[in-house]
Antibody, heavy 121, light 114 residues
Framework: QVQLVQSGAEVKKPGASVKVSCKAS????????IHWIRQAPGHGLEWLGW????????KYGQEFQGRVTMTRHTSISTAYMELSRLTSDDTAAYYC??????????????WGQGTQVTVTS | DIVMTQSPDSLAVSLGERATINCKSS????????????LAWYQKRPGQPPRLLIS???TRESGVPDRFSGSGSGTDFTLTISSLQAEDVAVYYC???????????FGQGTKVEI
């Protein structure tokens, strides 16, 4: 079955970087985009951006420009989201989601289980 | 960016009663060429990923109980839970996926309680 499995929880110090992985299975990795969304405690859902696993092309939310990098390793069907210069405001659960694009977006049909990132000194 | 605004921020509904959540987008999310509204509704429980309930404003996803329904077009949308069950306690979000190159945006969420 289609699955996205994310890496485990992380604890980071302010100013550090974190890299979260999202391993896909049950489908052809390059046929669907991967979007990243997060939810901070007490806050709503926030979109970080997407990566096209086929081309490596990316689009980032303006708030994260210069701090976020999305990459992929197609041979192991894994997408990555790296966020740098962490602050306490980056403490959140980070989710990857599979999204079809066919001349227009479809809504995410599969989500990873989430990765808790905690930024604390 | 398209701004999504939900109302109310929270609501308390008795078991078996109807819950109605509204979502308004700052611009239309309807593509005229295919007459589809690029609007989704999600249920979010603590510690779980969002669950897609409704896509294209009104298409219920497989496995979603039929007490959940979506309606609306253009800029104004509604999620209705016709008969609230205990397991429906959650936060509900609307989201637009309209533009290929613009950011996806979510409403601020509506907390549904009993």
């Amino acid at each position: 079955q289609v699955q996205l499995v994310q890496s485990g929880a992380e604890v980071k110090k302010p100013g550090a970087s974190v890299k979260v992985s999202c391993k896909a299975s049950g489908y052809t990795f390059t046929e669907y985009y991967i979007h990243w969304i997060r939810q901070a405690p007490g806050h709503g859902l926030e979109w970080l951006g997407w990566i096209n696993p086929k081309t490596g092309g990316t689009k980032y939310g303006q708030e994260f420009q210069g701090r976020v990098t999305m990459t992929r390793h197609t041979s192991i069907s894994t997408a990555y989201m790296e966020l740098s210069r962490l602050t306490s405001d980056d403490t959140a659960a980070y989710y990857c989601a599979r999204v079809k694009y066919n001349g227009g977006w479809f809504p995410p049909d599969t989500w990873g289980q989430g990765t808790q990132v905690t930024v604390t000194s | 960016d398209i701004v999504m605004t939900q109302s109310p921020d929270s609501l308390a509904v008795s078991l078996g009663e109807r819950a109605t959540i509204n979502c308004k987008s700052s611009q239309s999310v309807l593509y005229n060429f295919n007459n589809k509204n690029y609007l989704a509704w999600y249920q979010k429980r603590p510690g779980q990923p969002p669950r897609l309930l409704i896509s294209w404003a009104s298409t219920r996803e497989s496995g979603v109980p039929d007490r959940f329904s979506g309606s609306g077009s253009g800029t104004d949308f509604t999620l209705t839970i016709s008969s609230l069950q205990a397991e429906d306690v959650a936060v509900y979000y609307c989201q637009q996926y309209y533009s290929a190159l613009d950011p996806w945006t979510f409403g601020q969420g509506t907390k549904v309680e009993i």
